[in-house]
């Protein structure tokens, strides 16, 4: 059973940086592609970036230029450097694996933690 465990959300300003982590139980990394993905209330949840076993990276086009999708296979972390926060990135932040090919799609993803929240205010 995989669990995912995220972390380094908060309440920040307009153009500040906040950095997300997800721990993982297990060498997860290796075998699994990730993602990040955000729900603001009221709407669905979005992919904001995804990571492949090759470290390939892909990314939402409203955090393009703004957010690094990084993972550290040796301490089973994965993480989300969100630089230039704007009010609209507010949401619950989810980190996601699954051992099959996938990218921004929710529906892909078969483990999800329980999500840190972030709030970025103007």
């Known amino acids: 059973q995989v669990q995912l465990v995220e972390s380094g959300g908060g309440s920040v300003q307009a153009g500040g940086s906040l950095r997300l982590s997800c721990a993982a139980s297990?060498?997860?990394?290796?075998?699994?592609?990730m993602g990040w993905f955000r729900q603001a209330p009221g709407k669905e949840r979005e992919g904001v970036a995804a990571?492949?076993?090759?470290?390939?990276?892909s990314y939402a086009d409203s955090v393009k230029g703004r957010f690094t999708i990084s993972k550290d296979n040796t301490k089973n972390t994965l993480y989300l450097q969100m630089n230039s926060l704007k009010p609209e990135d507010t949401g619950m932040f989810y980190c996601?694996?699954?051992?099959?090919?996938?990218?921004?799609?929710?529906?892909?993803?078969?483990?999800w933690g329980q999500g840190t929240q972030v709030t970025v205010s103007s």
């Open positions: 996601a694996a699954t051992q099959w090919l996938a990218g921004l799609e929710a529906g892909q993803y078969n483990y």
């Open positions: 297990g060498d997860i990394y290796r075998r699994n592609y």
């Open positions: 990571i492949a076993l090759d470290y390939r990276t």
